[in-house]
């Protein structure tokens, strides 16, 4: 027993011996410095994380500094104090003396769900400001991280002054109203009318206690005029002042210039309706131009932002045998992973027992499928599907000499994904296809971002995760955007057709009850009012409906519900018009999916539709695939297996293109894949990217099933 004691004693006598020989202290001229001996694994961003120091002031402490750090070394730890923030500081505060001494700063410690925007606010000074004094910002935020907060004195003497100066009238003729939506900024906003902070606070004296999710800032017109103007010198506008119940459709119709124009010159109306009183800028000279809908107009899902590759998006040379570990994330419901140990996971019995080689596979039941010996529960068979077409992608590659290293991991539940994620190696994985889940995406997306690895959402349209992680990609879009698609192409395509609203009773939060008020406000502004129309089959029958349809031309319907019985009804109903007139169904792909309606019934009223998928099987890529699916798993390919193969062969041929952070690439990197379009674009300045492409589905009288073009190009 004596000995023992003895022995953790010495031990704990040179742990301290080497304790302080790594960690020695110096002073160089006034500033003080910890030598830190490097130990194996150790990063720059670890010993920031340690320190509590940003990198740009390790870098300073040690010029020529790789990112790489080599065991041994030893560099120079600037010493500074840190305190954790949860409301911002009143007059504590830190100077860094390595530094110029009018650089004053507090120093915050990230708490959880806190963002940029968030920590910009409660300290009073802008995202750009704060990403400008951490420029380890742009690789993503991170719990725990520790972020300089520079304060100016002086600026906040000054505003305080100018809040009790008293403000000049201003006319509430010659501004527009912006509301304010969640991530703007002062600055930004500054930046994107032109005008001056000093401007801004005359106008909105409000913003002297900070900048706020929903205020209405009234912006100089003459200023957003100029702004307009400097980028169309040719074009002439006319001031006008909004009346009540005015909409931007009633407005364009009026004027005869489109929509997209009065957005244009007026850039808050991208994003909000107009504002009963406030003054706008109408287009003299209507300019047509050849723009699909999404590259006009802005949407709620989506920021316009400048797309264009950079320099550094160069095919990459000689890049054929750089080995590539990717990880695949799906749900295959194993036995027994429901219940894992955190605290006894064996690593190698884990990837013995999700690691599915072989592709070979023997359905032995209706209800379960036998895969190298495993059982696989029902509810998996479609990601069995997703997995095998991934195989085939990945095979593809190989043969063009691309090597690849595929782990597949069981993430059908949270427990089994954080216990997934302690493994060492899932720190050397390149790409990270999955979980399928938005709710089992999160900690896998955080653990993507701090490890700087591109995680791909490969199914899923809903969840958020995208708005604030520059290393996730949505393959599915939003469903707000393709509502919004939708909408654009509605109006574009059947500007002059006779259009009819059916009224319906049911979820008005659904998407197709999203679809049918959209359509309304755009279509109903028209100045041809008797081409749109509103009405109730329950309540009228059908043979009232006659006089209001157009003998010679399209009409288009849309039914504003996804109850299950009121759609069959209203179906029922347009086949019994279609057989004397032209009918068009315009819809969303739920309605293929109700399992009362037979498909036959949606050929005869054209059903049309934008959606994320689309096969083509007289498409020859499409054929091979088939051919070699049915060849190698003795079964037809689903819609799974199809997303399986596009999936994985786009990033992988972009990571085999472009390196391993290939994200900024991704904008210019078409593709002919199988069943999807992918048109990456970033949804946020700090978010990742998100697919907008969209095919134009249309069911045809004679049965065949179209593709009528992209949009969201």
């Known amino acids: 027993m004596k000995f023992v004691f003895a022995f953790w004693l010495l031990f704990l006598v040179v742990s301290i011996s080497q304790q ?97 925007f968030t920590i910009s606010k409660q300290y009073g000074i802008t995202a750009n400001d704060l990403i400008r004094n951490n420029p380890e910002l742009t690789n993503g935020l991170v719990v725990g991280q520790i972020l300089k907060v520079p304060v100016d004195i002086t600026n906040v003497a000054n505003q305080e002054a100018k809040a009790l100066a008293p403000q000049s009238a201003i006319a509430t003729s010659e501004y527009t109203v912006h509301p304010v939506v969640s991530g703007e900024t002062l600055f930004s906003l500054e930046q994107r009318y032109s005008i001056t902070h000093d401007e801004m606070l005359k106008y909105n004296p409000a913003l002297l206690n900070g900048l706020k999710t929903g205020m209405k800032l009234k912006i100089p017109v ?96 000689n890049n054929v045998h750089q080995k590539y570990k990717v990880g695949l994330l799906l749900p295959f419901y194993l036995s027994g992973n429901d219940k894992v140990n955190l605290t006894s996971l064996d690593k190698s019995q884990v990837l013995s027992k999700l690691a599915l080689p072989s592709p070979s596979m023997i359905s032995v039941s209706d209800t379960t499928i036998v895969f190298n010996g495993v059982n696989i529960d029902p509810k998996a068979e479609s990601f069995l599907e997703f997995y095998e077409g991934a195989l085939m992608a990945i095979d593809s590659l190989q043969r063009r000499g691309m090597n690849i290293e595929l782990l597949v991991f069981d993430a059908s539940n949270q ?54 992680n520059s290393w996730y990609f949505k393959v599915s ?37 999203r679809l049918a008020q959209l359509s309304k406000e755009k279509l109903a502004g028209r ?86 998928f689309f096969v083509d099987y007289n498409k020859p890529l499409v054929k091979r695939f088939v051919g070699q699916y049915r060849e190698i798993f003795s079964a037809e390919p689903s819609q799974f297996s199809f997303q399986g193969f596009d999936v994985s062969y786009y990033f992988l041929s972009a990571m085999l293109r472009y390196g391993k952070d290939f994200r900024n690439c991704l904008p210019d990197y078409p593709m002919e894949l199988t069943q999807t379009i992918f048109h990456f674009r970033k949804v946020a300045p700090m978010g990742g990217l998100m697919n907008h492409g969209l095919f134009v589905t249309a069911y045809e009288r004679n049965f065949d099933v179209l593709n009528y073009g992209v949009v969201g190009n």
């Not at 109408?282 to 949407?299: F, M, V």
């Not at 889940?437 to 490890?451: C, I």
């Not at 039914?559 to 279609?578: F, G, K, R």
């Open 527 to 612: 100045s041809a009012k008797s081409l749109f129309h509103e009405y109730n089959f329950q309540t009228n029958g059908v043979n009232a409906i006659k006089p209001l349809l157009d003998e010679s031309g399209e009409n288009i319907f849309i039914i504003p519900t996804d109850n299950e019985a009121q759609v069959s009804v209203a179906v029922t109903n347009l086949n019994a018009l279609a057989e004397n007139y032209n009918i068009v169904l315009m819809g969303t792909p739920t309605l293929t999916k109700l399992k009362s309606i037979q498909t036959e019934n949606y050929h005869k009223i054209r059903l049309r539709y934008l959606s994320p």
């Open 222 to 317: 003459k200023t957003a005029a100029q702004t307009v103007e400097s980028a169309s010198a040719t074009q002439a506008f006319t001031k006008y002042r909004v009346e009540k119940s005015e909409t931007l459709f009633s407005l364009a119709a009026r004027f005869g210039v489109e929509v997209n124009e009065l957005k244009k010159a007026n850039p808050s109306l991208a994003s909000r309706s107009l504002e009963a009183g406030e003054t706008i800028l109408i287009p003299q000279i209507s300019e047509r131009k050849s723009e699909s809908p999404s590259a006009q107009t802005s949407s709620a899902s989506s920021v316009t932002i400048d797309s264009t590759p950079p320099a550094a998006c160069s095919p990459l040379e």
């Open 477 to 513: 879009p939003t469903k707000e955007y393709q509502t919004e698609e939708t909408v654009s192409y509605i109006t574009d395509e059947f500007s002059d057709k006779n259009f009819i609203l059916l009224q319906q009773s049911g979820n008005s939060n659904s998407t197709e009850a």
């Open 20 to 116: 302080s020989l790594a960690q020695k202290e110096i002073e160089t001229g006034s500033v003080k410095y910890i030598q830190h001996t490097v130990t194996k694994s150790e990063t720059v961003f670890s010993l920031c994380q340690k320190y509590k120091i940003s990198q740009k002031e390790i870098l300073q402490a040690n010029p020529g500094l790789t990112a790489v750090l080599r065991a041994g070394t030893t560099i120079r730890i600037p010493v500074g104090k840190v305190t954790e923030q949860t409301t911002a500081p009143v007059a504590k505060k830190e100077t860094t003396t390595n530094l110029p001494d009018s650089e004053e700063y507090y120093y915050h410690k990230v708490g959880k769900n806190q963002t940029i």
């Open 415 to 468: 427990q089994m994904i954080n216990a997934l994620l302690q493994m060492e190696e899932f720190l050397s994985l390149n790409l990270i296809i999955g979980p399928v889940y938005p709710e089992l995406q999160g900690n896998v997306a955080s653990f993507a971002a701090k490890n700087r690895i591109p995680m791909v959402s490969p199914l899923a349209s809903n969840g958020n995760l995208e708005q604030n």
